[in-house]
């Protein structure tokens, strides 16, 4: 007895080490469990969207801890060589596709003289915005990273302001550029729209019966509505380039190189992208000085503005969609004013916002983005995205 005594003293001496044993095997797990969480961040994971207490916050973790391994190699975001490596295969694709469809079919028909082919060659490169898009599509597939926060939310109620500016807020930069163009140049501002007029009256069909005055009016009455509706006219379009530019390699840029200098890059970015169409006369024509280089730093000065107001929009919100408003509304706006000019402005003044005078406006709310992004930085969120 007084062994059997003595084996259960030594069983129950032995039990506190088991379990501080336990705890120090576990420990490893939870730590390394705790740096991926530290790491497992997204662009749009990082904004203050999600305004949840702490208590759901404190629900949320443990399924955060229970996911596996695997499936966070699959997000990726926990190896920055895979990550690396997605944005080479974006490129290549989103670059790749684009410029030789351009090369070798699209400007082709765009020199070819012939109305018809021009026309086709137009809608070709409508159909070749949807190319940024695609491209994130299939790396997403391709490397198995999947649909997983890819900015689909829409928190309207949550950023209702940037939401609105988004709507609205490029349309009254295109607006306020074009007031500063006509009140420099008033002498080509045209309220009877005379070179528009005759243009169109030159192209109508035979036998069409034409009224300058209601035309006129007609496209006025078109314009004002266009205020309103330009964010929603050109979605698909403007979606095929935010998805893949915004969506897809901002966040992966914000990873490596921090908020501002992503904005910057991925705005370079979707300007240098439309290089090819701008060396044979897109957007500026061909007559300048400099031609094409100074053509090509434009379209690229342009993109790198205009998306810093789109990356800023997405980085605040969590959310693809204000940027696709407002890339929209740039798309229907951006040649409205031109038609109140005697002899078409110059596209690389104005009153189109690709012009520096007209582009002023863009600026300004480019500079205050990055201003406002490098003061009040964005924070990795605690719960989970969608």
Same mark, same amino acid.
């Given at each position: 007895?007084?062994?059997?005594?003595?084996?259960?003293?030594?069983?129950?001496?032995?039990?506190?080490?088991?379990?501080?044993?336990?705890?120090?095997?576990?420990?490893?797990?939870?730590?390394?469990?705790?740096?991926?969480?530290?790491?497992?961040?997204?662009?749009?994971?990082?904004?203050?969207?999600?305004?949840?207490?702490?208590?759901?916050?404190?629900?949320?973790?443990?399924?955060?801890?229970?996911?596996?391994?695997?499936?966070?190699?699959?997000?990726?975001?926990?190896?920055?060589?895979?990550?690396?490596?997605?944005?080479?295969?974006?490129?290549?694709?989103?670059?790749?596709?684009?410029?030789?469809?351009?090369?070798?079919?699209?400007?082709?028909?765009?020199?070819?003289?012939?109305?018809?082919?021009?026309?086709?060659?137009?809608?070709?490169?409508?159909? @070749?915005?949807?190319?940024?898009? @695609?491209?994130?599509?299939?790396?997403?597939?391709?490397?198995?990273?999947?649909?997983?926060?890819?900015?689909?939310?829409?928190?309207?109620?949550?950023?209702?302001?940037?939401? @609105?500016?988004?709507?609205?807020?490029?349309?009254?930069?295109?607006?306020?550029?074009?007031?500063?163009?006509?009140?420099?140049?008033?002498?080509?501002?045209?309220?009877?729209?005379?070179?528009?007029?005759?243009?169109?009256?030159?192209?109508?069909?035979?036998?069409?019966?034409?009224?300058?005055?209601?035309?006129?009016?007609?496209?006025?009455?078109?314009?004002?509505?266009?205020?309103?509706?330009?964010?929603?006219?050109?979605?698909?379009?403007?979606?095929?380039?935010?998805?893949?530019?915004?969506?897809?390699?901002?966040?992966?840029?914000?990873?490596?190189?921090?908020?501002?200098?992503?904005?910057?890059?991925?705005?370079?970015?979707?300007?240098?992208?439309?290089?090819?169409?701008?060396?044979?006369?897109?957007?500026?024509?061909?007559?300048?000085?400099?031609?094409?280089?100074?053509?090509?730093?434009?379209?690229?000065?342009?993109?790198?503005?205009?998306?810093?107001?789109?990356?800023?929009?997405?980085?605040?919100?969590?959310?693809?969609?204000?940027?696709?408003?407002?890339?929209?509304?740039?798309?229907?706006?951006?040649?409205?004013?031109?038609?109140?000019?005697?002899?078409?402005?110059?596209?690389?003044?104005?009153?189109?916002?690709?012009?520096?005078?007209?582009?002023?406006?863009?600026?300004?709310?480019?500079?205050?983005?990055?201003?406002?992004?490098?003061?009040?930085?964005?924070?990795?969120?605690?719960?989970?995205?969608?």
């Amino acid at each position: 007895m007084a062994q059997l005594e003595k084996e259960r003293e030594n069983v129950t001496a032995m039990e506190p080490e088991n379990t501080a044993g336990e705890q120090a095997a576990e420990s490893p797990l939870e730590d390394s469990a705790s740096e991926e969480d530290a790491s497992d961040t997204d662009a749009f994971d990082i904004t203050r969207r999600f305004k949840h207490d702490q208590g759901q916050a404190a629900v949320k973790t443990p399924q955060r801890e229970c996911e596996t391994p695997k499936k966070r190699e699959l997000v990726g975001v926990t190896n920055k060589k895979v990550e690396t490596k997605r944005i080479i295969y974006f490129l290549a694709l989103c670059f790749g596709v684009a410029w030789i469809s351009e090369i070798f079919a699209v400007i082709p028909m765009y020199q070819s003289g012939d109305a018809d082919i021009i026309k086709e060659a137009s809608d070709m490169v409508s159909q @070749l915005m949807l190319t940024p898009a @695609l491209a994130a599509l299939v790396v997403r597939i391709g490397t198995r990273e999947g649909l997983v926060k890819s900015g689909f939310q829409f928190n309207f109620f949550e950023h209702k302001v940037l939401f @609105l500016l988004g709507w609205f807020g490029t349309t009254a930069l295109t607006f306020l550029g074009a007031v500063i163009y006509f009140l420099i140049f008033r002498d080509n501002f045209d309220p009877d729209m005379t070179s528009f007029v005759t243009y169109s009256m030159s192209v109508a069909d035979e036998g069409t019966q034409m009224d300058a005055v209601n035309m006129v009016a007609a496209y006025k009455t078109d314009l004002l509505i266009k205020v309103f509706t330009a964010a929603a006219l050109d979605l698909i379009n403007s979606f095929g380039e935010e998805w893949g530019f915004r969506a897809y390699l901002l966040p992966k840029l914000y990873r490596k190189f921090g908020a501002v200098p992503s904005m910057l890059l991925s705005g370079f970015i979707s300007g240098l992208w439309y290089a090819p169409l701008v060396a044979v006369g897109y957007y500026y024509g061909t007559g300048n000085v400099g031609f094409p280089v100074v053509n090509i730093i434009a379209i690229c000065i342009f993109g790198t503005v205009t998306g810093i107001i789109y990356s800023y929009l997405c980085l605040r919100t969590g959310s693809i969609f204000p940027a696709v408003f407002a890339h929209s509304a740039v798309n229907v706006m951006m040649s409205q004013a031109a038609l109140f000019t005697v002899d078409g402005g110059n596209l690389f003044v104005g009153p189109s916002p690709t012009g520096i005078l007209s582009g002023l406006p863009f600026i300004a709310a480019a500079a205050v983005c990055l201003v406002h992004m490098h003061r009040n930085p964005v924070r990795p969120s605690t719960t989970e995205t969608q």
